[in-house]
T-cell receptor, first 116, second 110 residues
Framework: EAGVAQSPRYKIIEKRQSVAFWCNPISGHATLYWYQQILGQGPKLLIQFQNNGVVDDSQLPKDRFSAERLKGVDSTLKIQPAKLEDSAVYLC??????????????FGPGTRLLVL | AQRVTQPEKLLSVFKGAPVELKCNYSYSGSPELFWYVQYSRQRLQLLLRHISRESIKGFTADLNKGETSFHLKKPFAQEEDSAMYYCAPRVWGGYNKLIFGAGTRLAVHP
């Protein structure tokens, strides 16, 4: 099966600009995650969707970050306006969902964002 | 608060040497723990989960509830084991929410 797709792979913007990332999960996967991975740290969950509903967005900086998954398939994550500290790799992951909690999460290649 | 600690940022060994990547967690309840791995230029992927009690690529990990540890071990390291390794407990009651450690880079030298 095709893996999780993300675009763009790299993005360089200036602070206060806006940026959007796109993710297409594995076909049939109901659960979708967005993680932020700052250099030297592990991935941190930003938001989790179950189909098109938000399950957990407790660590999403809602004053500048937003995400949607309107049709329960692909998803976009937006930052507006960007800050220097948003420089990170943004990972998308998906899981089949609805089954055992230990189901594997499959990760995309990530989008590397640099804010100047 | 749930916390996972990987005390070593870098672990450097020679081929054939034993390897132990440490993971300690601070967690209430009965955790489920995972090890994820990221090889150079590849995606983050699941290596193993404690509930399966499996050995993957020669790696094993035992959950020690007394010491709240989930160390990853391999008796004889290979060069292809060089990668970033992340310990990740699953938050109980959450929708499969993982808390990742900061990671340990394993470098296996010939």
């Amino acid at each position: 099966e095709a893996g999780v797709a993300q675009s763009p792979r790299y993005k360089i913007i200036e602070k206060r600009q806006s940026v959007a990332f796109w993710c297409n999960p594995i076909s049939g996967h109901a659960t979708l995650y967005w993680y932020q991975q700052i250099l030297g740290q592990g991935p941190k969950l930003l938001i989790q969707f179950q189909n098109n509903g938000v399950v957990d967005d407790s660590q999403l900086p809602k004053d500048r970050f937003s995400a949607e998954r309107l049709k329960g398939v692909d998803s976009t994550l937006k930052i507006q306006p960007a800050k220097l500290e948003d420089s990170a790799v943004y990972l998308c992951a998906s899981r089949r969902g609805g089954g055992q909690p230990t189901e594997t999460q499959y990760f995309g290649p990530g989008t590397r964002l640099l804010v100047l | 608060a749930q916390r996972v600690t990987q005390p070593e940022k870098l672990l450097s060994v020679f081929k054939g040497a034993p390897v132990e990547l440490k993971c300690n967690y601070s967690y209430s309840g009965s955790p489920e723990l995972f090890w994820y791995v990221q090889y150079s230029r590849q995606r983050l992927q699941l290596l193993l989960r404690h509930i399966s009690r499996e050995s993957i690529k020669g790696f094993t990990a035992d959950l020690n509830k007394g010491e709240t540890s989930f160390h990853l071990k391999k008796p004889f390291a290979q060069e292809e084991d060089s990668a970033m390794y992340y310990c990740a407990p699953r938050v109980w009651g959450g929708y499969n929410k993982l808390i990742f450690g900061a990671g340990t880079r394993l470098a296996v030298h010939p």
